[in-house]
C-alpha cells in the first residue's frame, strides 16, 4: 500500500541578509531570502542556513519591511529545481522552501520609539507610535482594566446592599 506524500515544512529563524526582490519577465514580484535556523543548545547546537523563496504581495512586503538578522516564521514546501551555471555550463540543483505563508517575528532593530512592529506589516501610525504594544505591556493594561472593573462592580454592589437596606428599615 502506498501512502500519500507529505510536504510541508514549517520554519522559524533570522533573515541572513536582506531578502533581494526581482520580478520575473512577465512583471510577476519574486523575492529570495535565506533564513538561519538553530537547532539543539548549548555545546551541540547548530545552525541550518535555509534558502527560501515567497512570490507576489509576500515578495513585495518581506523586501519592504525586512532586513537583515529580522526574525521570521514561514510554512510553505521543498521545491527542487535546476539551472545552468553560466561560468561553468554546469547543472547545478537548488533545493529551496517555497513560501505559502510569511509572519514576521522581532525584528533585529528597533524602531524610533524604541517599540516593535507587529507581525501583521503594520507601520507605525502617524504619530510615529507602534499600533500594536509588546505583549507584556499589553497584558500589565488588561489587569489593570480587569481590576478597575471588578472595583466598580463591587462599589455597585454595596451600593445596591445599602440602599436595599434602607428600603428594609424605612
Wanted: a positive charge; charged letters at 20%; aromatic letters at 8%.
Amino acid at each position: 500500500m502506498n501512502m500519500p506524500n507529505l510536504n510541508v515544512v514549517a520554519l522559524t529563524g533570522n533573515l541572513v541578509r536582506d531578502p533581494e526582490l526581482r520580478y520575473t519577465q512577465n512583471g510577476t514580484p519574486v523575492s529570495s531570502f535565506t533564513i538561519a535556523v538553530n537547532t539543539g543548545f548549548g555545546d551541540s547546537e547548530k545552525t541550518a542556513f535555509v534558502p527560501c523563496v515567497a512570490w507576489q504581495k509576500r515578495a513585495e512586503s518581506l523586501a519592504e519591511h525586512k532586513r537583515q538578522g529580522d526574525e521570521l516564521h514561514i510554512r510553505g514546501f521543498l521545491q527542487t529545481r535546476s539551472y545552468e551555471d553560466s561560468n561553468s555550463g554546469q547543472t547545478k540543483y537548488v533545493m529551496e522552501v517555497v513560501c505559502e505563508e510569511v509572519n514576521f517575528g522581532r525584528s533585529a532593530q528597533r524602531d524610533q520609539n524604541n517599540a516593535y512592529y507587529n507581525d501583521q506589516f503594520e507601520e507605525p501610525n502617524n504619530q510615529g507610535q507602534n499600533n500594536q504594544r509588546p505583549n507584556n505591556q499589553r497584558q500589565g493594561n488588561q489587569r489593570q482594566q480587569n481590576n478597575q472593573r471588578q472595583q466598580n462592580n463591587q462599589r455597585q454592589s454595596n451600593n445596591q446592599r445599602g440602599q436595599n437596606n434602607q428600603r428594609i428599615h424605612n
